[in-house]
C-alpha cells in the first residue's frame, strides 16, 4: 500500500443504533446515536452511517434511515451521511430517490447512498417477498432507481425532482459474493464490505473480501476512481481487560439475542459472536486493523461498536480512542509498510 493511500483513507463511523440495554427507549437510543454522531464530526470522522432494519431493535432499530439523516443533517453541516444500507428490495425504487434527492438537497450534497440486497428473513416476510425472489427484485430496483438518478424520464417529460445530478457518483452496493461485487464495479459505484459474513469458520474474514475487492477492480471502467468501505466491528478502551469485559457481555447479549430469534446457527459461543471483531487498547486495535488486508486496500474504514454495545459514555469514549490514537498508529503502520 502506498504512503499517499494510508494517508487518503476516510474514516467513518457506522451506528446500528442497537439498545444498551433493555430499558431504553427508541427515542433515547436515537439520541445517543445523534450524540455519537456529533463526537464523530468534533473528531474529524469523515463520515457517518447508519443501517436499516425492520422489527428487530436487537440487531438495529432504525427502519427509517433517510428519515434520521435528515435530522442529521439539520443538527450537524459537516460530516457526510450515509446509509449502509438501504435494504432495497423492500421498498419502492423512485420514493426511495425522491426522499434521498431531498435529502441530499437539504445537506448541501453530503449523502453516501448505499443499497443492498440484504435483509432478515422475517423482513421479507414483513413485505410479502419470497426470499427466492429476493435477487430478482432487487436487481430490478437496483436498474429503477440507478436510472431515476441518472436523470431519465420517469413519466413522459418528467425527470427525478429535485435533480441530484452528482449523487450518483455517490452510491454504493454492498455484497457478499464476488458476481455482486462485480456487479458494483462494473457499475463504476462503490462497494461495501461487510464487518462479517458467512464462511468456512477457518477462513479469515479479509482473505474471504480479497476475492471480492479483485472482482470490484477488474469490473471497474477505465479512469473510474474506486471506492471501498470495508466495515469492521471495531471496540477501544484504556485498559484491555475492560475491554474484553464490555466485550463478553455484549456477546452474551447478542446470543441471547439469537436464541430468542430461532437463529442460534450464526454463533453459538463468545468467541463465535466476537470473532470479526477489533477489540482492546489503542495500540491492540491499530496492530488488528493493520493486519486486515481488506483494510489495506479500502478507501473508507467504516468502525462500529456492534455486537459488543456498551453503554454510551462508555462508546463514546471508544470514539475518541479510535480517532486520537488508533488511527494516527494505524496510518503510521500502514505508511511504514508502504515505504519498506
Known amino acids: 500500500m502506498s504512503h499517499e493511500r494510508a494517508h487518503r483513507k476516510r474514516l467513518g463511523l457506522f451506528t446500528r443504533l442497537v439498545r444498551y440495554d433493555d430499558d431504553q427507549s427508541a427515542g433515547q437510543v436515537y439520541a445517543d446515536a445523534l450524540e455519537q454522531i456529533g463526537l464523530a464530526e468534533r473528531l474529524g470522522f469523515a463520515t457517518a452511517w447508519v443501517a436499516q432494519h425492520h422489527l428487530d431493535p436487537a440487531e438495529g432499530g432504525l427502519p427509517s434511515p433517510l428519515v434520521f439523516l435528515a435530522h442529521a443533517a439539520a443538527r450537524f453541516d459537516r460530516i457526510r451521511l450515509g446509509t449502509a444500507i438501504v435494504t432495497l428490495g423492500l421498498e ?28 432478515s428473513k422475517s423482513s421479507f416476510e414483513l413485505f410479502g417477498i419470497a426470499p427466492e425472489d429476493k435477487q430478482r427484485v432487487y436487481a430490478a430496483k437496483l436498474a429503477a432507481i440507478t436510472a431515476a438518478l441518472d436523470g431519465a ?95 463478553h457481555r455484549g456477546a452474551l447479549r447478542f446470543l441471547e439475542h439469537l436464541r430468542t430469534e430461532g437463529i442460534p446457527d450464526l454463533a453459538a459461543t463468545v468467541d463465535e459472536v466476537l470473532r470479526d471483531s477489533y477489540i482492546g487498547t489503542p495500540d491492540e486495535v491499530a496492530a488488528q486493523l493493520a493486519a486486515d488486508s481488506a483494510v489495506t486496500a479500502a478507501t473508507d474504514l467504516i468502525v462500529q461498536i456492534h455486537p459488543i454495545d456498551p453503554d454510551q459514555p462508555t462508546a463514546l469514549r471508544s470514539i475518541e480512542l479510535l480517532a486520537n490514537k488508533v488511527v494516527p498508529q494505524l496510518d503510521r503502520l500502514l505508511n511504514e509498510r508502504g515505504s519498506a
Do not use: M, N
Open 92 to 119: 419502492d425504487p423512485i420514493r426511495v430517490a425522491e426522499d434521498a434527492a431531498v435529502l441530499d438537497t437539504l445537506s448541501g450534497g453530503r449523502l453516501e447512498l448505499g443499497f443492498g440486497s440484504g435483509g
Open 153 to 247: 424520464e420517469l413519466i413522459r417529460g418528467r425527470p427525478l425532482h429535485p435533480p441530484v445530478p452528482t449523487l450518483r457518483e455517490r452510491t454504493w452496493q454492498a455484497s457478499f459474493s464476488v458476481s455482486g461485487a462485480a456487479r458494483a464495479g462494473a457499475a463504476g459505484v462503490g462497494l461495501l464490505l461487510s464487518r462479517t459474513q458467512p464462511r468456512d469458520p477457518h477462513v479469515p474474514l479479509d482473505q474471504v473480501q480479497a476475492d471480492l475487492i479483485s472482482a470490484y477492480l477488474e469490473a471497474l471502467p477505465a479512469g473510474s476512481t474506486p471506492r471501498i468501505g470495508a466495515s469492521r466491528s471495531v471496540f477501544v478502551a484504556d485498559d484491555h481487560d475492560e475491554a474484553q469485559r464490555w466485550a
